[in-house]
Antibody
Framework: EVQLVESGGGLVQPGGSLRLSCAAS????????MHWVRQVPGKGLVWVSR????????NYADSVEGRFTTSRDNAKNTVYLQMNSLRAEDTAVYYC????????????????WGQGTLVTVSS | AIQMTQSPSSLSASVGDRVTITCRAS??????LGWYQQKPGKAPKPLIF???SLQSGVPSRFSGSGSGTDFTLTISSLQPEDFATYYC?????????FGQGTKVEIK
């Protein structure tokens, strides 16, 4: 069974940093792209970032470019989201999601999601 | 960034109704579009990928169609468990973008 478990959320002051982790199990982790998606409670979904299967390429939403960094450790089956210079508007539930297989691209499909971890940026 | 505009933002429908939700992209996105269902307090669930392919385990009353810039999610006969919020997602070009969501409520 595919499982994604996020951790690392919490309360942080504006300007602070936080690192989220997403531990994966039940599939061959190093063959999939991984994504981060966030959602302000009561609002819509916002795509945050993507990392390819070997970690060599990343992409970001304009709102987090230069402040957030996605990385992965395929030996630990874990993807990370390092969040720096946090702002109040970064307050949200952060989900990790499994994307496409590297060698069999499937469009529009994030087929497994974690339960989410809440990040609150407030003084 | 590509804007994904969903309509309507919300709708009220009865069990058994046929429901159609549309998603319009601000530019062509080939077939790089998926649909997701989200219930309160839960993670999104994939329904449709590549415009019209049904994700494994999803009931056949869900279907997707469209091309270019205009896409549709149809629920052929609304069931009690379908009351939720639905989102489209384009992954044609970065940054990927979701529609703003369509909340399907009980009439």
């Amino acid at each position: 069974e595919v499982q994604l478990v996020e951790s690392g959320g919490g309360l942080v002051q504006p300007g602070g940093s936080l690192r989220l982790s997403c531990a994966a199990s039940g599939f061959t982790f190093d063959t999939y792209w991984m994504h981060w998606v966030r959602q302000v409670p009561g609002k819509g979904l916002v795509w945050v970032s993507r990392i390819n299967s070997d970690g060599s390429t990343t992409n970001y939403a304009d709102s987090v470019e230069g402040r957030f960094t996605t990385s992965r450790d395929n030996a630990k089956n874990t993807v990370y989201l390092q969040m720096n210079s946090l702002r109040a508007e970064d307050t949200a539930v952060y989900y990790c999601a499994r994307g496409t297989l590297t060698y069999h691209y499937t469009s529009g499909l994030f087929d497994s999601w974690g339960q989410g971890t809440l990040v609150t940026v407030s003084s | 960034a590509i804007q994904m505009t969903q309509s309507p933002s919300s709708l009220s429908a009865s069990v058994g109704d046929r429901v159609t939700i549309t998603c319009r992209a601000s530019q062509g996105i080939r077939n790089d579009l998926g649909w997701y269902q989200q219930k309160p307090g839960k993670a999104p669930k994939p329904l449709i990928f590549a415009v019209s392919s049904l994700q494994s385990g999803v009931p056949s009353r869900f279907s997707g169609s469209g091309s270019g810039t205009d896409f549709t999610l149809t629920i052929s006969s609304l069931q009690p468990e379908d009351f939720a919020t639905y989102y489209c997602l384009q992954d044609y070009i970065y940054p990927y973008t979701f529609g703003q969501g369509t909340k399907v409520e009980i009439k």
